[in-house]
């Protein structure tokens, strides 16, 4: 499985609900990565998407302790376990955690590659992901050349587990 994760210098996500920034070249990114995979996130993420709507043109599969939750479109599970099973034959490399931090949190055991969008700014935050920077199990293996949106200077880095 791999992680896409959009995260300021301190490795933050969002704040009360939502995401710290939108970047139009990043949105593009995200969809062009996940398009047509399966993706796997948790009922708060799905509730800050428009119209809680789930994203068109990939499977999608939300997380939540609710037992009667259900979403038009997508595939509710309610544990670890039941996500696993669920994807027992499915190519995990084409299988995205895409939040929020529970649930990244979660599922980075689960994950060899983490594609992370890193935005050289603070944000107030309440919601974090790893830093990956500080794993021993980590290591960046590719980043991309600096990208500006307005006063915003960010990079695309790949981190992969390191193999034992």
């Not at 259900?70 to 895409?98: C, G, M, Q, Y």
Request: aromatic letters at 10%; hydrophobic letters at 35%.
């Amino acid at each position: 499985m791999q992680a896409i994760v959009a995260v300021d210098s301190n490795w933050a996500i969002g704040n009360k609900g939502q995401l710290l920034v939108s970047i139009p070249a990043d949105q593009k990114n995200f969809r062009n990565l996940t398009m047509g995979k399966t993706i796997v996130y948790g009922r708060k993420t799905l509730e800050t998407f428009p119209q809680q709507v789930v994203l068109p043109r990939r499977r999608n599969i939300v997380l939540s302790t609710r037992q009667d939750y259900e979403v038009k479109n997508a595939e509710v599970v309610h544990s670890r376990d039941e996500l696993l099973k669920l994807l027992k034959d499915v190519d995990t490399s084409d299988v995205f955690i895409i939040g929020g931090s529970s649930v990244y949190k979660e599922f980075l055991d689960d994950c060899d590659t983490c594609i992370v969008t890193f935005i050289d700014k603070e944000y107030e935050a309440d919601s974090y992901f790893p830093n990956l920077d500080k794993l021993d199990d980590w290591e960046l293996t590719d980043e991309s050349e600096e990208q500006v949106y307005f006063d915003i200077t960010y990079t695309y880095r790949r981190y992969e587990r390191k193999k034992s």
